[in-house]
């Protein structure tokens, strides 16, 4: 599979919309293993660089690869899960119900099974059959991890992924993103929040007016610094 | 690809099936445009035969853009949409499935309506049974094509419904125009060369519609 040593790499990548730019020839090369954090402020082009990671977003120049090969590749997709701000559930369709279609739509062997294997992992198996809009914030995020990782991928990319989620849950999901990383997972993040990022993350990359400001191996000093310049941006 | 085709159908008429916000608003005005169609057709038998088949097309239309302008909102919901982007299907199985869903819609839409239109006319159904079962099937499938991509545009812009009427109107009134004129022949038991060359007009649409959706849909649905 591995083409190139590098999860995702981008090669001037920009995007534009009709009135702003909104990325300017971002050069990044991410390999496995690592958790890296998106940082930057309101407007600074983190969920629009999530989305052209997640080949979501068409780039107006520049490219994306995985794995050194090109996002166009529609069976290349089954190496990307991604977890957004929205649940990304279908109202009409049981929590169970959402899993299995996932892995339907993935080719998973028996995705009954495995839709049930996740359940439980993310210790969500007694209400499989409830609806999304029955469940809380915090419990739909569950399953959106869950179905996130159904299909086993190699990079997994999360927007803001700690929003609205309690104490609890917040410490559950760092221990699971840690888990995820060791066993080597490339999973690249976005959030405000520099405490999190110097927690969590091994690599923080800051954007600032479209622009990748900083990319660095950071210790918490580093992190820090960066999260506020990224509250400044 | 084929099993991805069926689970999203799958999917979306199970979603349908526990919602019931569609199919049902579809069917009851449909009900009621041709009601009101018939209130107002005061004529002769003869003259009811010349424009039952307008009437019936334009009932088909107006109704069945309720569901097909549906069939992509109800994806935007939640950021659905999205997770349906990053599965690894390609951009045609997805347009096939939901013209698929939109054409069920359409012949369920049909099933009630014909029968109804025919009542209310006082033509005889059964005696042309068979030319309208293949002028449904041929009418439909270019309906639900342009409705469809329209529908995913339309969508992602945010203009749901409004938009949606203005634009696959003019692009659909040959077409509307090819099954009203199918259906006046059948009722008035003319199927000769005429009627035989709108059929064809008919697959000709299908063919150049469905073929257009394939093309057309990867770039309909970008951000």
């Known amino acids: 599979m591995n083409d190139s040593e590098f999860a995702i790499e981008t090669h001037g990548l920009s995007k534009e919309y009709a009135d702003r730019v909104v990325l300017r020839q971002i050069d990044l090369a991410l390999a496995g293993s690592q958790i890296v954090c998106l940082m930057g402020g309101n407007g600074a082009g983190k969920t629009t660089l999530l989305g052209c990671l997640a080949s979501l977003v068409r780039p107006t120049a520049g490219e994306v690869r995985w794995f050194g090969r090109p996002t166009a590749i529609p069976s290349a997709r ?155 941006a | 690809m084929t099993a991805h085709y069926w689970w999203i159908i799958h999917k979306d008429l199970v979603s349908e099936f526990r919602a019931r916000r569609v199919w049902p608003a579809m069917l009851l005005l449909g009900i009621v445009v041709a009601l009101v169609f018939s209130m107002q057709m005061d004529l002769l038998p003869h003259q009811k035969q010349r424009i039952v088949g307008g009437l019936l097309w334009l009932a088909v239309f107006f109704a069945g853009m309720t569901a097909v302008d549906r069939s992509f909102a109800a994806e935007h919901e939640d950021g659905c949409w999205q997770g349906l982007k990053m599965l690894p299907l390609s951009t045609s199985t997805l347009f096939l499935a939901k013209l698929t869903v939109n054409l069920l819609a359409l012949w369920a839409l049909q099933i009630l309506l014909v029968p109804l239109f025919f009542g209310l006319s006082e033509l005889p159904l059964l005696a042309h049974a068979r030319e309208m079962l293949l002028i449904s099937a041929l009418a439909s499938p270019g309906m639900a094509a342009v409705g469809s991509l329209v529908s995913a545009l339309a969508a992602g812009s945010g203009r749901s419904g409004s938009l949606l009427v203005l634009v696959v109107l003019p692009l659909l009134i040959p077409l509307v125009l090819a099954a009203a004129e199918c259906t006046r022949l059948a009722v008035q038991g003319q199927i000769d060369g005429t009627w035989w060359r709108w059929i064809q007009l008919l697959g000709a649409f299908d063919i150049i519609f469905v073929t257009a959706g394939l093309l057309l849909f990867e770039y309909a649905i970008e951000d």
């Open chain 1, 78 to 232: 089954r190496w990307i899960g991604m977890v957004a701000h929205e649940s990304r559930l279908y109202p009409q369709l049981t929590l169970r119900e959402n899993l299995v279609f996932s892995g339907r739509m993935y080719g998973i062997d028996q995705p009954l099974a495995a839709a049930n294997r996740w359940l439980a992992e993310v210790h969500m198996s007694e209400h499989a059959n409830r609806f999304p809009m029955h469940v809380s914030r915090g419990m739909r995020q569950r399953i959106a991890l869950a179905r996130g990782l159904l299909h086993e991928p190699r990079i997994l990319l999360l927007d803001e992924p700690f929003a609205g989620l309690d104490d609890a849950g917040t410490i559950w999901l760092t221990q699971r993103l840690r888990g995820l990383r060791d066993a080597g997972l490339l999973i690249c993040l976005t959030t405000h929040d520099a405490a999190k990022a110097t927690e969590l993350t091994d690599r923080t990359c800051v954007l600032r007016y479209g622009r990748l400001c900083q990319v660095s191996q950071c210790d918490e000093a580093d992190a820090m610094q960066q999260g506020r310049q990224a509250r400044v």
